[in-house]
C-alpha cells in the first residue's frame, strides 16, 4: 500500500514539474537546452526521408529546421514523426515543433498553432497515363484510393460525391491497389504523389492529372499559445525568403534538376 | 493536460450518422461471415471424421494452415496476393463490384471455419460412439447418421464455445478496415482524424462493441436454454 501511495505521489509531483516547464516560453527552454527538437517525416521525400547511404533523416523540411536551428544558435535534433502522432507529440512537449507536411487547418487550430504557409500543396490526382482521367468529373462511378485520417480522403468526397473512395493504411498501399485495377486513381497532395510516382519501376505509366481539388497549405506547427516562439518561426520564415534562402532550399530539393520538379509560382506572405 | 472532451462533437449529425454507417457494415460483415463459417466449418468437421483419406487430409491442412496463419496476412493475400492469379476479363468486371467487401467476408469466414471445425470436432467426439454405429445399423448412411443423429446433439453441446468463435469473429471483423471497408473502427479513427477526440470516437466504438457482443451471446444463450434444452 505504501509504495502505491508513494508512485501516485511521485506521478503528481512530475506532472507539476512538466506543467511547470511548460509555463517558461519555449525559446528560453531550447536555450537552455541547447538543442531544438524538431519534429519530421522520414519516410516522405523530398519533405522529410532517411538518406540510404548516411542513414540520416535528409530533405526539405529538417533543412529549414536547420536553418531555424541556426538563428537560435542551437543544435538540432530531429525526431521521425507520422501524420498521426505529430500533434500529439507537440502538446506533450516532445518536440518543440512540427515540420512534416501538415496542413494548416483551422480544426487542428484547436490542438496546436501554426506559422505562415511555407508550402503550398494542392491535391490532386495520379491515374494511369492512358486511363483517359483528366480531371475529378471523370471519376463518376469509380473507385478512388486514397490513404486513412487524410484530409484528401473528405476532399475527394465533397469534389465528387459520384465516387467510391477506398482508403488504405499508407498511400504505397493505394498505390498498388491501383497498380492493380482496384481503384483508377489515387489522390492525395500533389508533391506526395510525384514521390510515389518517382518511386515505381516505370513512372512514365502515371501522370499526375486534374484540376486543385483542394488547397493544402503546410506550415510549421508550434505548441499552442507561445506567440513569442510562433512570431520567431514567422520572422524567421520571412528572412529567409527575403535574403533567398528559401528559394535556394527549394531548388535544391524541388528544383530542375530533381526527381520531384515542382516550379516556384507563389510568393510567401510577407508583413511589412 | 488540457484535453477538453467534447461529447456533444460525437453524437453531432454527421459523425454521429458514420458511428452508425460503421455500426451497419460491422453487422453485415460479422453475419454474413457467421453463416459462411458454420456451414464451411460443419463441411470441414464431416470431411475429417469421414473416413475416406483425401478428404481427411484436405480437412486437416485446411484448418492447420488457417488456423495458424495471422488473419491479417490472410486478408491481405486475398486482397493484393490473389491478383496475379485472377484471369484478366475477370479481374475486370470483379474490381468494379465492392470487392473490399467480399474480400472481408471471405477472409473472415474461413478463418473462422477453421476453428468452427475443431469446436464441432470436440462436440461430436463427446457423443458415444454406439450412437454413430447404431443408427448405420439401422441402415442410414454416414451422412444421413451425421445430419440426423449426430450433428444436431454435438451442435447443442459446442454451443457455448461456437458463442466465443462469433464473438471472436466480430471483434476480427475490424480487420477488414485494412483494405478499406468502412465498418466501426474505420469510422472511428474517421471521427478521430477529424475531430482530434480520439478519447470520445474509441469511446462510442467500444461501447458499440460491447453491447454487440453481449446481445449475440446473451441471445444465442437464451435461445439454447429455451428451445434447444437437452437432457444429458
Known amino acids: ?272 | 493536460m488540457h484535453y477538453s472532451f467534447n461529447w456533444a462533437l460525437i453524437f453531432s449529425d454527421e459523425y454521429g450518422r458514420w458511428f452508425l454507417e460503421g455500426l451497419s457494415i460491422t453487422l453485415q460483415l460479422s453475419g454474413l461471415s457467421i453463416i459462411l463459417a458454420l456451414v464451411l466449418g460443419t463441411m470441414l468437421t464431416t470431411m475429417r471424421l469421414s473416413r475416406i483419406k483425401p478428404l481427411v487430409w484436405f480437412a486437416v491442412s485446411y484448418i492447420e494452415f488457417f488456423r495458424n496463419t495471422p488473419l491479417v496476412v490472410q486478408i491481405f493475400f486475398w486482397y493484393f496476393g490473389s491478383d496475379p492469379i485472377l484471369p484478366d476479363f475477370f479481374k475486370h468486371w470483379l474490381y468494379q463490384q465492392n470487392i473490399e467487401f467480399a474480400i472481408g467476408v471471405i477472409a473472415l469466414s474461413t478463418y473462422t471455419a477453421a476453428f468452427i471445425a475443431e469446436e464441432l470436432r470436440s462436440g461430436i467426439l463427446s457423443i458415444p460412439k454406439t450412437q454413430l454405429e447404431a443408427s448405420r445399423a439401422t441402415g442410414l448412411t454416414f451422412l444421413q447418421a451425421m445430419g440426423y443423429v449426430i450433428l444436431p446433439q454435438a451442435f447443442r453441446i459446442v454451443v457455448p464455445p461456437l458463442i466465443s468463435q462469433f464473438l471472436n469473429l466480430i471483434k476480427n471483423s475490424s480487420l477488414a478496415m485494412t483494405i478499406g471497408v468502412m465498418e466501426l473502427t474505420y469510422m472511428a479513427r474517421q471521427v478521430e482524424a477529424h475531430t482530434f477526440h480520439g478519447f470520445e470516437a474509441f469511446t462510442v466504438a467500444t461501447l458499440m462493441y460491447l453491447s454487440l457482443s453481449l446481445l449475440v451471446s446473451l441471445g444465442i444463450n437464451q435461445y439454447n436454454r429455451r428451445c434447444l434444452r437437452v437432457s444429458r
Open chain 1, 1 to 272: 500500500m505504501k509504495m502505491w501511495k508513494m508512485s501516485v505521489l511521485l506521478t503528481v509531483a512530475s506532472l507539476f514539474l512538466v506543467l511547470s516547464a511548460a509555463q517558461a516560453g519555449k525559446i528560453d527552454e531550447i536555450k537552455a537546452r541547447g538543442t531544438l527538437i524538431a519534429g519530421v517525416k522520414d519516410s516522405q521525400p523530398p519533405f522529410g526521408y532517411v538518406d540510404e547511404n548516411s542513414r540520416q533523416i535528409v530533405g526539405f523540411e529538417p533543412e529549414l529546421c536547420a536553418a531555424l536551428a541556426a538563428k537560435l544558435g542551437v543544435k538540432l535534433e530531429l525526431k521521425p514523426i507520422t501524420s498521426s502522432t505529430r500533434i500529439p507529440m507537440l502538446e506533450q512537449g516532445a518536440i518543440d515543433l512540427i515540420a512534416g507536411t501538415l496542413t494548416h487547418q483551422i480544426a487542428r487550430e484547436e490542438k496546436i498553432d501554426f506559422s505562415i504557409t511555407y508550402f503550398p500543396a494542392a491535391q490532386k490526382l495520379l491515374v494511369k497515363a492512358d486511363s483517359g482521367i483528366t480531371s475529378v468529373a471523370d471519376l463518376a462511378g469509380k473507385k478512388v484510393g486514397s490513404a486513412k485520417g487524410s484530409t484528401s480522403e473528405q476532399n475527394i468526397k465533397k469534389a465528387q460525391p459520384e465516387c467510391t473512395v477506398v482508403s488504405f493504411e499508407t498511400y504505397p498501399e493505394a498505390f498498388l491497389a491501383m497498380k492493380q485495377g482496384k481503384v483508377v486513381a489515387v489522390t492525395t497532395d500533389a508533391p506526395i504523389l510525384l514521390g510515389i510516382r518517382n518511386s515505381d519501376d516505370n513512372p512514365a505509366d502515371w501522370v499526375i492529372a486534374g484540376e486543385d481539388i483542394a488547397a493544402e497549405p503546410y506550415g510549421i506547427g508550434v505548441p499552442e499559445n507561445d506567440s513569442k516562439f510562433r512570431d520567431f518561426v514567422n520572422i524567421s520564415l520571412m528572412e529567409m525568403w527575403k535574403s533567398g534562402e528559401y528559394q535556394a532550399l527549394y531548388d535544391k530539393w524541388f528544383g530542375e534538376k530533381t526527381n520531384f520538379h515542382i516550379p516556384l509560382t507563389w510568393t510567401m506572405e510577407l508583413w511589412p
